[in-house]
């Protein structure tokens, strides 16, 4: 199956106000409840409570040097299937990779590395920024080796995880924090 879903044509575009409702129902079914637990990112074991919602949505689409990159692909009657998403912007003189999400039941396919490739692509190409940097939990360490395999660095810096802001969740332990990863384009 991962040969035929890493074959799929993807079709990129940008998403607008209109897919809030789809992208919404697509970044909480890849990181919560139980739905999360058919792919390998999930966070279920970490945080309950919303991973995004309408102002994170609509913040991304409105900002300046902001983008949040859908990939489709035709369903059977046609019409665009959203299969993954990620928001880039510009941020501190580099590209900001955050909210990658691809539906549970197709993760480890290969559309997750395609979408990470087309946003370098366009930090690098259009933007002409020279990195690009995200923020992990430090304790998903299977997320953080994915991430070094595609070339990211662990850079040492932490952030403090916004415990109280229930924007980020709700977390089910007190140990959570951010660590920067990085790529040169």
């Not at 890493?6 to 919560?32: C, G, K, M, N, Q």
């Not at 993954?84 to 691809?102: K, L, Q, R």
Request: net charge negative; with cysteine.
């Amino acid at each position: 199956m991962s040969s035929v879903i890493a074959a799929t044509p993807l079709v990129f575009r940008h998403a607008t106000l209109a897919d809030t409702d789809a992208l919404i129902a697509l970044v909480e079914s890849a990181y919560r409840g139980d739905a999360s637990r058919a792919g390998w990112t999930t966070e279920a074991d970490l945080l309950d409570g919303r991973r995004t919602g309408a102002d994170d949505i609509h913040d991304c689409v409105n900002r300046e040097r902001s983008v949040i990159l859908i990939a489709e692909t035709a369903a059977a009657d046609g019409a665009p299937q959203m299969l993954a998403c990620a928001h880039i912007a510009e941020e501190e003189g580099a590209g900001y990779f955050g909210m990658f999400s691809v539906q549970p039941n197709l993760q480890g396919g290969g559309i997750g590395k395609r979408v990470i490739d087309e946003a370098e692509r366009i930090v690098r190409d259009e933007w002409h920024l020279p990195a690009m940097r995200m923020t992990v939990i430090d304790v998903r360490n299977e997320l953080i080796a994915f991430y070094e395999r595609r070339g990211y660095v662990r850079t040492g810096k932490l952030k403090p995880f916004p415990y109280g802001d229930e924007r980020f969740g709700l977390p089910k332990r007190d140990d959570l924090r951010f660590e920067v990863l990085e790529k040169a384009l």
